[in-house]
T-cell receptor, first 113, second 111 residues
Framework: EAGVTQSPTHLIKTRGQQATLRCSPI?????VYWYQQALGLGLQFLLW???????NRGNFPPRFSGRQFPNYSSELNVNALELEDSALYLC????????????FGPGTRLTVT | GENVEQHPSTLSVQEGDSAVIKCTYS??????FPWYKQELGKRPQLIID?????GEKKDQRIAVTLNKTAKHFSLHITETQPEDSAVYFC??????????FGTGTRLKVLA
């Protein structure tokens, strides 16, 4: 079974630009979660999508947004990038009804200069 | 809001000893509790999980226990080896909300 995939692996942007990160869940998983992991810190919940809808979001400003497509893949958009947005962005997928799975992708390392 | 507290934040043990990491959750609706191991520069990997209808689960040297009444769950690693050194995260899942992660425990196994 193919795992969760994310692209790109690395992304370098300048302050004020926009970044788009992509995630493809494990086949059969309908839920996609996005997390931010700053260097040396824990996982901060960003967004949860299921069946194409945003189900919940963490304590992040509105410039962090995303969507989920009919094939359950997801996109995270970060507008007006700030230096402190530099982090590893992890996507995880699971079965919504049972929570089972919770498998992570390899992450996208976003660097804002 | 919902949260998961994880202790200790760092843990050093001698090779061969046991390690225990504890988590406490606040949302009584949580029904699934996975544990993740994250090695430096790598993604978190699911190592063991437990559902709310089970009190204990074991997989070789790793075990997880759950006390629903107290809202506690713990990870136990026996006969620790240097390759067990990593950051471990607990999480609680509620079908209504999302996965909520603990803050992580950096485990160092000293050879």
């Amino acid at each position: 079974e193919a795992g969760v995939t994310q692209s790109p692996t690395h992304l370098i942007k300048t302050r004020g630009q926009q970044a788009t990160l992509r995630c493809s869940p494990i086949s059969g998983h309908t839920s996609v979660y996005w997390y931010q992991q700053a260097l040396g810190l824990g996982l901060q919940f960003l967004l949860w999508y299921d069946e194409g809808e945003e189900r919940n979001r963490g304590n992040f400003p509105p410039r962090f947004s995303g969507r989920q497509f009919p094939n359950y893949s997801s996109e995270l958009n970060v507008n007006a990038l700030e230096l402190e947005d530099s982090a590893l962005y992890l996507c995880a997928s699971s079965f919504q009804t049972t929570g089972g799975g919770g498998y992570f992708g390899p992450g996208t390392r976003l660097t804002v200069t | 809001g919902e949260n998961v507290e994880q202790h200790p934040s760092t843990l050093s043990v001698q090779e061969g000893d046991s390690a225990v990491i504890k988590c406490t959750y606040s949302d009584s609706a949580s029904n699934y509790f996975p544990w993740y191991k994250q090695e430096l520069g790598k993604r978190p990997q699911l190592i063991i999980d437990i559902r709310s209808n089970v009190g204990e689960k074991k997989d070789q040297r790793i075990a997880v226990t759950l006390n629903k009444t107290a809202k506690h769950f713990s990870l136990h690693i026996t006969e620790t080896q240097p390759e067990d050194s990593a950051v471990y995260f607990c999480a609680a899942y509620s079908g209504t909300y999302k996965y909520i992660f603990g803050t992580g425990t950096r485990l160092k196994v000293l050879a």
